[in-house]
């Protein structure tokens, strides 16, 4: 009786050691997944789908588009570039950046440089989901190339008593979303005092006043300034032709650095969409004159309920186009959606 409790004792042991040892197999952490990022760039830099655990029926989109495993990107990607922001959500097995690449060139001695926003989902150490948008703009690709390296403050760990809850963060990243749509001026605008966003390596906040000129008055501006703060913009009301935000996917939450990955779409409708009244009462026409779709992947540095840093990679799409992971109805929604545990 003895030596037969000390078997299933034994069997238990060897039981959970095996249990503990699949888990461990199955985990992947920042820096594995992170490490899936650069096995699957190399693998299509390489043209060889082989290189890169991929599941059975992963789904692979580029720019709203489903394409089979070895098209798209796969044909043209020449090497990786210098620059990467990742958004590592360890939990969900999801890992979102933006990095700079070099396709091909009609000159076989040179690169295109370009930008990539892109998420993978990892399960069982296989990646099941790949979303990539292309911004094929060398202009941009350079000013985020001459970035060299994120800001330092999105290295920064959040002290563990003052992390948000993956709701809080995303509820708050949104607010930036739902105050741009409203934009009467009065919404609820967490942005910190040193908020700043960069938009394809441009800084479109807080920029230089050009010699010679006069800083625009949001008071008096009958245009938004990039020369502006982050709650200037928003206050002054003039970005109200920017009338839906739609299909905002929150795809990675990364807790212990306090930042949320979303991909979206801002619509400008033209038409009567591009008149509206200012907060003053005054009468604005602005925007652009015909539909108009950004495609973007937009990401937001949170510290305390406030937004201290944005970066997106957009890029011009078809007007009203679907991202390819949503239902047209979702799609076509101003809703935030959480769908880190999907």
């Not at 830099?45 to 588009?65: I, M, S």
Request: net charge neutral.
């Amino acid at each position: 009786m003895k030596n037969s409790t000390l078997n299933c004792a034994a069997a238990l042991v060897l039981l959970a050691a095996s249990a503990t040892a699949a888990a461990a197999e199955s985990t992947c952490n920042r820096a594995c997944l992170e490490g899936f990022v650069e096995h699957y760039l190399d693998a299509v830099v390489a043209k060889r789908p082989d290189k890169v655990p991929l599941a059975t029926g992963v789904r692979f989109t580029e720019d709203g588009q489903q394409l089979l495993i070895g098209d798209g990107l796969w044909n043209t990607l020449r090497a990786k570039g210098p620059y990467r922001l990742f958004v590592t959500d360890v939990p969900a097995g999801q890992v979102a950046v933006l990095a700079t690449i070099e396709e091909d060139n009609r000159d076989p001695n040179q690169g295109t440089p370009g930008l990539i926003a892109l998420r993978l989902k990892v399960k069982g150490q296989q990646i099941t989901e790949i979303e990539q948008i292309l911004v094929r703009d060398e202009k941009a690709a350079a000013r985020v190339n001459a970035l060299a390296k994120p800001h330092p403050v999105y290295l920064e760990s959040v002290p563990a008593a003052e992390r948000m809850s993956r709701a809080d963060l995303i509820s708050t990243a949104n607010k930036y979303f739902s105050g741009m749509q409203q934009n009467d001026g009065k919404g609820d605008y967490p942005f910190a005092e040193d908020c700043n966003r960069l938009e394809n390596g441009m800084q479109a906040t807080n920029a230089p006043t050009p010699a010679g000129q006069t800083r625009p008055d949001p008071k008096t501006s009958m245009t938004y300034s990039g020369q502006w703060s982050c709650l200037e913009q928003f206050k002054s009301g003039l970005l109200h032709f920017v009338n839906r935000i739609r299909d905002r996917r929150f795809v990675a939450v990364d807790q212990e650095r306090g930042i949320v990955f979303a991909f979206g779409f801002f619509d400008h409708s033209g038409g009567a969409s591009r008149t509206f009244k200012a907060p003053d009462g005054r009468t604005v026409t602005s925007g652009p004159v015909q539909p108009w779709t950004w495609q973007l992947g937009e990401l937001f540095k949170i510290e305390k309920g406030q937004i201290r840093k944005i970066e997106a990679f957009l890029q011009r799409a078809p007007y009203g186009m679907n991202s390819g992971w949503s239902t047209w109805s979702q799609g076509m929604s101003d809703a935030a959606r959480d769908v880190t545990m999907e």
